[in-house]
T-cell receptor, first 115, second 112 residues
Framework: DTAVSQTPKYLVTQMGNDKSIKCEQN?????MYWYKQDSKKFLKIMFS???????INETVPNRFSPKSPDKAHLNLHINSLELGDSAVYFC??????????????FGQGTRLTVV | KQEVTQIPAALSVPEGENLVLNCSFT??????LQWFRQDPGKGLTSLLL?????REQTSGRLNASLDKSSGRSTLYIAASQPGDSATYLC???????????FGKGITLSVRP
């Protein structure tokens, strides 16, 4: 009964390839996020969707494209992978935005290695 | 722009010790603050959430405090155990879009 699940857990791929990471939450939350944890373990937001609508799009190369087919899923597609894309990507969800008690729940992460 | 600082980056203590992890932030206009735990190669586990109107929250051996006026939060761990060894991250929710701004974390090692 995993709350926020991501697949795959590990992804090793060559430069120039296109890959996708999938995320699903069974918490009934309205909002989902993608965060990136770099090699120095620093976590930073990339995207956020609320009820399938994009609400946060930080300064991320347009090779990264999130897609939310429904509010329980938020996938991340990456085109033309580069060495610098190697990182751990975390999916998260929360009940709603803009509330004092909005609590975020994170998935287990996807470790992407570009070789 | 919100900046979150956690110092020191690493801490090693003997088992049984009570300890305090610090988190400081620059913008006091926050919705809430969350403390997370991250084990090596794992995801983030939410430990405590303190709303901006609250001063502290407790869960078991953990107690988190929030002082917005001074831009500080602390996570108190009582009677530390080797199983508490992990990286502890604080994150601030400062906007209506509930984006979290993270500190770089404190890696705690509890020696048996």
């Amino acid at each position: 009964d995993t709350a926020v699940s991501q697949t795959p857990k590990y992804l090793v791929t060559q430069m120039g390839n296109d890959k996708s990471i999938k995320c699903e939450q069974n918490l009934g939350h309205d909002t989902m996020y993608w965060y990136k944890q770099d090699s120095k373990k620093f976590l930073k937001i990339m995207f956020s969707y609320n009820n399938k609508e994009l609400i946060i799009n930080e300064t991320v190369p347009n090779r990264f494209s999130p897609k939310s087919p429904d509010k329980a899923h938020l996938n991340l597609h990456i085109n033309s992978l580069e060495l610098g894309d190697s990182a751990v990507y975390f999916c998260a969800s929360s009940r709603k935005t803009g509330a004092l008690n909005t609590e975020a729940f994170f998935g287990q992460g996807t470790r992407l290695t570009v070789v | 722009k919100q900046e979150v600082t956690q110092i020191p980056a690493a801490l090693s203590v003997p088992e049984g010790e009570n300890l305090v992890l610090n988190c400081s932030f620059t913008d006091s206009a926050i919705y809430n603050l969350q403390w997370f735990r991250q084990d090596p190669g794992k995801g983030l586990t939410s430990l405590l959430l303190i709303q901006s109107s609250q001063r502290e929250q407790t869960s078991g051996r953990l107690n988190a405090s929030l002082d917005k006026s001074s831009g500080r939060s602390t996570l108190y761990i009582a009677a530390s155990q080797p199983g508490d060894s992990a990286t502890y991250l604080c994150a601030l929710n400062t906007g209506a879009n509930s984006k979290l701004t993270f500190g770089k974390g404190i890696t705690l090692s509890v020696r048996p």
